[in-house]
């Protein structure tokens, strides 16, 4: 998988957009980008992906460099609940991988009130 | 529409004992992803199923086994169990093999081995 850089933490207030930023300098021209959260002691939840384009669904928004080199998560409306672990995966198209998804140690988003 | 089902929720073994873990599938999902998850780190790739074949492995040694049923349902069976073990479980289902299909997560299953 491309490897991704993401801050360790970020803190957020309530009601306010939170930008979670991600490079993946390495990233090639078919893969996508993909953002995973986890909220404590739950299972990771998909939240939205994208190739190139910027991509919007009712949890977030997602914006990608005109490079592809880096992309930004968009919560619009950060609440208590969105405190969790993002992470920002690109897996690969096929090989060895095939399958796997590469969770780094993502980043802390904490909202407070 | 069911969700990802992992039983049990919680499980405690003594080192060299052998386990297994079970996983259902979200519905109309064919593929499973297992993952291990240590305490404050990621989520790592154990192997991915797809319609009752192993489609892919991580850096696990061969006493992580898994298999999946026709129904799609799937085990994770873990031999000689060691310290170092001990973590969470997470089983993932999508509706195609590979890792570009969203993986919907279960709850997980948190293995302490003693």
């Known amino acids: 998988d491309a490897k991704t850089t993401q801050p360790t933490s970020m803190d957020c207030a309530e009601g306010r957009a939170a930008n979670l930023p991600c490079n993946h300098s390495t990233i090639s021209g078919n893969e996508y980008v993909y953002w995973y959260r986890q909220i404590h002691s739950q299972g990771p939840q998909y939240i939205i992906h994208g190739l190139k384009n910027n991509e919007t669904n009712e949890m977030a928004s997602l914006i990608i460099t005109e490079d592809r080199k880096s992309s930004t998560l968009i919560l619009p409306h950060a609440t208590l609940r969105d405190t969790a672990v993002y992470y920002c995966?690109?897996?690969?198209?096929?090989?060895?991988?095939?399958?796997?998804?590469?969770f780094g140690q993502g980043t802390i988003l904490t909202v407070h009130p | 529409e069911t969700g990802v089902t992992q039983s049990p929720t919680h499980l405690i073994k003594t080192r060299g004992q052998q386990v297994t873990l079970r996983c259902s599938s979200q519905?109309?999902?064919?593929?499973v992803s297992w993952y291990q998850q240590a305490l404050g780190q990621g989520p790592q790739f154990i192997f991915q199923y797809y319609r009752e074949e192993e489609n892919g492995r991580g850096n696990f040694p061969p006493r992580f086994s898994g298999l999946q049923f026709p129904n799609y349902s799937s085990e994770l069976n873990v031999n000689a169990l060691e310290l170092d073990d001990s973590a969470l479980y997470l089983c993932?289902?999508?509706?195609?093999?590979?890792?570009?299909?969203?993986?919907?997560f279960g709850p997980g299953t948190r293995l302490t081995v003693l």
């Open positions: 995966i690109v897996p690969n198209a096929g090989g060895t991988s095939y399958g796997k998804l590469t």
């Open positions: 993932a289902s999508s509706l195609q093999r590979g890792a570009l299909d969203t993986q919907y």
């Open positions: 519905s109309g999902h064919n593929t």
